[in-house]
């Protein structure tokens, strides 16, 4: 098949934004055949730990129906990616793959993941609706189970905001409000900063702000990275950080968190992941955090972004699709299997049902005086605003680090990045044969 029509046809099959008409793509015949006798498949996944969880499996659910599962650990992120795509090229992907969300679109234009809709369509209603979205790419197929998620929220010192009488901003605005109040009290601190080293932080507040990066129109493809909502989020942060009232240095280096240890830093805009970090980063301040919703645009608004996350995705190249299926979905709704990944993975799970059970009965040892910390986190993960992901996230990424990292660091106009991200994506786009339409 010519490579553009291959691309226009991919893009019918990929509508990721709500509300998108699209055809579903449909999994191998083999997928659908019953298995009979011994199977074995193999799972490429990056987290740690997941060999015991699989060792449940393989002892219990997987022993009765001779279905064994062997653990293959690989790096995460693009490094993945790229070694699926290869392998998927020569036919010999593992049956099973770890994806991040924002990266499901990619496998699924290069024909990599298998659509598991007729093993999976009972566990919808264990995710939330944004979560859930997010392995569907707004069609009627399915092309992985969710396994976790990383809602975002508000971490502050409460010792430090009680200190200079600052209170819990609830909106972008106060938050604003909260950061220059606290630079005329204290001018050696900052609330925060504005980080150009993680693109998952951004492509988060403009997920909550509304921006869906990603549509299609008819047979072609729309990026809308520049969009109304995503300006707005940049001109906020860019506008705090020229006028100083922030820190602009990226995280997670040695000055970050000196930064947080000492109370330079009070306050970090994050994910539900966040305690595991600081337990690192700013060890001496256990105890003195506390978490609270994101701030919200507007008083009637009840939304959060979502920063990281992945899912168990099936591929094509798989000889044993349904038995692969069963497995992915026991692995990411089975009371014991989240149990498991909770306590020897560190994983929020993806699933309501365990967000309040098992290892999340309690809170994390670092937020120890915040007793309601996941009751709250559930509530907050329930409110995950959809998402919209295209097949070329990771150049939109680069272009995010190039550009937002130079205009923060020279303190210089964030809109103008903004509109070199979009072009670096949509000219990529166009190099890799997509219609783009604008």
């Known amino acids: ?224 990275i520049d969009d109304a909502a995503t300006r707005k989020v940049a001109g906020f942060w860019g506008g705090l950080v020229k006028e100083g009232v922030i820190d602009n240095q990226p995280m997670y280096t040695p000055s970050w968190n000196k930064a947080l240890d000492t109370g330079r830093q009070i306050a970090w805009v994050s994910a539900v992941w966040a305690p595991g970090t600081l337990t690192t980063a700013a060890p001496d301040t256990k105890g003195k955090w506390a978490m609270a919703p994101l701030p919200q645009w507007s008083l009637d608004q009840d939304a959060t972004g979502s920063w990281g996350g992945s899912s168990t995705a099936v591929t094509t190249d798989s000889a044993h699709q349904k038995a692969a299926a069963e497995f992915a979905t026991w692995l990411n709704t089975d009371h014991d299997a989240l149990n498991a990944l909770a306590r020897e993975s560190g994983i929020y799970p993806a699933s309501t049902s365990a967000q309040l059970s098992g290892a999340f009965s309690n809170p994390p040892a670092f937020f120890a005086g915040q007793p309601d910390f996941y009751t709250r986190a559930a509530a907050i993960a329930k409110t995950t605003a959809p998402s919209a992901w295209g097949p070329n996230v990771n150049v939109a990424y680069t272009s995010f680090k190039d550009a937002f990292g130079a205009a923060a660091k020279n303190r210089s106009d964030f809109t103008a990045a903004l509109k070199a991200m979009q072009d670096d994506t949509v000219a990529d786009m166009k190099k890799q044969g997509f219609e783009v339409a604008r």
């Open 1 to 224: 098949m010519p490579h553009t029509k291959r691309r226009r046809l991919v893009t019918t099959a990929l509508a990721v934004s709500l509300g998108a008409t699209a055809l579903a793509a449909c999994g191998s015949e083999d997928g659908s055949k019953a298995e009979s006798g011994p199977v074995s498949l193999t799972y490429w996944t990056w987290t740690p730990g997941m060999d015991k969880v699989v060792d449940l499996w393989n002892k219990g659910p997987g022993k009765k129906d001779q279905i064994t599962v062997t653990v293959k650990k690989q790096a995460s992120g693009d490094t993945l990616v790229t070694k699926i795509l290869t392998a998927h090229k020569a036919k010999k992907a593992p049956d099973l793959v770890q994806a991040e969300y924002q990266a499901l679109p990619t496998l699924v234009s290069n024909d990599a993941l298998a659509d598991i809709s007729q093993e999976t369509g009972g566990v919808k209603d264990k995710f939330a609706d944004g979560v859930w979205q997010q392995t569907t790419l707004g069609t009627d197929a399915v092309y992985a189970v969710p396994q976790d998620i990383g809602p975002m929220m508000f971490y502050y010192r409460k010792d430090l905001f009680e200190k200079y009488g600052l209170k819990v901003p609830t909106t972008w605005e106060q938050f604003a409000q909260t950061a220059r109040q606290l630079k005329r009290k204290a001018p050696d601190k900052d609330l925060t900063t504005f980080s150009a080293n993680d693109s998952g932080l951004f492509a988060g507040l403009a997920q909550q702000a509304g921006a869906k990066w990603w549509a299609t129109s008819g047979d072609k493809w729309k990026v809308a």
